[in-house]
């Protein structure tokens, strides 16, 4: 993510259409020696992990009506969510019903793209193999609470980066860890920014702040074509002192040293390749837009 110190024009108004157009117009425009290290420099964050097997759901595809299984694996490359009481995950639950709820929690996860395998009747079906840390198998394991919500996310996961929408009746299978064959998977196995709070103590620290910021939809009604993220940070000297990366639906940022750590779930999935962000060493504001995928 490219941080620069071009100055922002100051105003309290949201940027209007024209402005809009202009910023996704240069949001496009990518120097292609840059792009090409970018692309160098993240195959060389990733490795790619074989998942240990877990265990393994049943559901299906409602439109094809085909079995579909969750392959639910492990992998210690995958960071464990904050740990929180299931009377914390339902009032967590109920907020995520507002739609423009910005939520502080996330299960990190890996789902990767469905294989083809056969069931025990030798039947076809659809298998995803989902990779989450060890610790949180344990976790939903020992709780309904906590299983239900997981597959929740699966589910919606799926829906969000395959367009495959799954039932909601699943049933665990109690004698199968996994169907199949188990497919490797390239996880990032480096980051300057750490992917849940408190997972790294030399990232995370008491002593960084959560800084205040903003988050407006453009249009304001209705689904929007952005997100704009105003993060307030009057420590910060300059820009290169940021770290800022944008994943499908999560926005972390930390300002060294150790100054500031942010980490917000988005309520919509976004066009990663296309975020954009300034910092004005003015203001202190450090500037974020966000193009929204659109409902196909």
Excluded at 178 to 200: A, C, N
Excluded at 276 to 296: A, E, I, R, Y
Aim: hydrophobic letters at 35%.
């Amino acid at each position: 993510m490219n941080i620069s110190d071009e100055l922002l024009n100051a105003g309290n108004s949201a940027p209007s259409e024209e402005d809009l157009v202009e910023m996704y117009n240069k949001l496009l425009q990518t120097d292609p020696e840059k792009a090409k290290d970018i692309e160098e420099a993240t195959k060389a964050l990733q490795e790619k992990v074989l998942p240990t097997p877990g265990c393994c759901l049943k559901t299906k595809n409602v439109k094809s009506n085909e079995k579909v299984f969750i392959n639910v694996c492990t992998s210690s490359t995958v960071p464990t969510p904050r740990d929180i009481t299931e009377r914390e995950l339902q009032e967590l639950v109920e907020s995520i019903e507002d739609e423009n709820a910005i939520v502080d929690y996330r299960v990190p996860m890996s789902i990767g793209e469905a294989h083809a395998e056969l069931d025990k009747q030798n039947n076809g079906c659809s298998v995803y193999d989902v990779i989450i840390n060890p610790a949180y198998l344990a976790k939903i394991r020992g709780s309904q609470v906590f299983l239900g919500f997981f597959m929740s996310i699966v589910i919606e996961g799926v829906y969000n980066k395959y367009n495959v929408e799954l039932d909601r009746n699943w049933i665990m299978l109690k004698r199968k860890k996994f169907v199949g064959s188990l497919q490797e998977q390239y996880m990032r196995t480096k980051t300057l920014i750490q992917e849940m709070p408190g997972t790294s103590p030399s990232v995370h620290t008491p002593a960084a702040e959560k800084p205040k910021f903003t988050i407006q939809k453009e249009p304001a009604e209705g689904h929007p074509m952005f997100l704009i993220a105003e993060i307030m940070l009057p420590k910060a000297i300059r820009a290169k002192t940021i770290s800022l990366d944008i994943g499908e639906d999560r926005l972390v940022m930390t300002v060294k040293p150790y100054l500031y750590d942010l980490d917000i779930f988005l309520p919509y999935r976004l066009v990663q390749n296309q975020c954009g962000s300034q910092f004005n060493v003015k203001t202190k504001v450090l500037t974020v837009t966000m193009p929204v995928q659109q409902p196909s």
